[in-house]
């Protein structure tokens, strides 16, 4: 069993019946099923909403961004808070937030009042993520967690891969404001369930509470993966970027400061001390990464600019559907298999990289999306469920909290030099970009998770 394990499983656990349980697990999907399609369909929103709406054409971008970043700086601080409150009172006010935003932001008035609306959207949706993971790792034993996290892989994976034909349709039928209104209602969906569900709240949790390390890291975080994503965009002045750099540096000073002094850390250091823990964590991010190059970089290949609609359709799709139907039996081989797994398929990711420095060659391209689709597919949700094994019951929502922000910031740093690079050598050498982090991880992963990780 994964060091550490006996520890946390006599931490305190909540005793619901086999009925309640299902209904925290059932809301926490219906609620991740929310947080693709929201980004995905501002994404494709953008141009319509800055051309019906009055306001600076400069605000379009941060339609996103905005999300992103509150997202991004709210998650710790909601991990920490949902462990300390009422776990699924924390989950439904956030899942409230995030319908009630939707629906405002299709009436919005300009484009001012939407990037608000949707900066407050992401604190809802960074309540959702660690509040569901908080009340779910409060009712589900680390044995379980596996099978838990791959039914979160499916659905996650669905989303992602699901979310721009969505999003595409709904504005066919509806316009720009269906893509706010339609993910509102279903975060609605999920507080609903959650009725008459116990709160979950842990006792004797302690008054100390390290608020100033909490906002620093997360004003951190914020400002580092807005900084890239303007970085990113075309056209954007360099003191954009540069000053939030800036900030950065300023918070994370202080942060460092901070937690040398707080007598309770905002930051689970203890986890980060967890070899399989920060490895998982770094697998996670790695093949997200790959995701997001993978979705920037095949389009413009020259290759694909041949094919017919249906070729790279057909690649598109192989980079994508595998994500909606492998990860439950991922779950299952991850039972006995986890780092063989996940090791494999990041060396498989490596080598698929490289391949494309060589060649481009349609049928080469079709290979490699293919193999990178199987490979993020049978991964789906278990580096998630590996690491969260050695989070304590009672810290679910910090711990997750701090798996997600890891995950993104590597994510978002892989994007931004695959970008970077990819602007001097040419589109294929983003994947390569890729498929170094994905080289790394597996080292990583390699070396820090015990052989038989079960």
Known sequence: MALGFPLFRSALMFALSSRQRRRVLVADLISTAVFPLAITGATAAVPEVTARLPGAGGLGPWIVLAYNGLFAAALLLAG???????????????????????????????????????????????????GGSSMVLAVYPPEERRRVYGYAGAVLGSSLALGPIVAQALMAVGGWSLVFVVPGAVAAVAALVTLGLPGLRSPGVSDDFDL???????VSIAAVVTALGLGLGAGVPWWGPGGLVLVAVVSVTGLVRVERRAADPAIPVDLLRIPAYRAYAVATGAFMGMLVVGLTVLPQ???????????????????????????????????????????TALFACTVTAVVLQVTDHPAALLVAAGVVGLCLGLTEGVPDGQALTYVPSQRGGAGAALFSTTRMSLETLTLAAATGVMAALGPSSGMAVAGAVCFTAALIVQQAVPSRDT
């Open 212 to 218: 100033a390390g909490a906002v620093l890291f997360g």
């Open 80 to 130: 920490v808070t949902a462990d300390r409150s009422a776990r699924t009172r924390f989950f439904a006010v956030g899942n409230v937030v995030v319908a009630a935003t939707g629906v405002l932001s299709a009436f919005a008035p300009d484009l001012s009042s939407l990037v608000a609306l949707r900066a407050v959207g992401g604190v809802g949706a960074a309540m959702c993520a660690a």
């Open 301 to 343: 290949l020259g290759a694909v600019q041949k094919m017919g609609p249906g070729e790279a359709a057909i690649m598109l799709s192989l980079l994508t559907v595998p994500s909606t139907v492998l990860p439950l039996l991922a779950a299952r081989l991850a039972r006995r298999l986890a780092r063989q797994l996940v090791t």
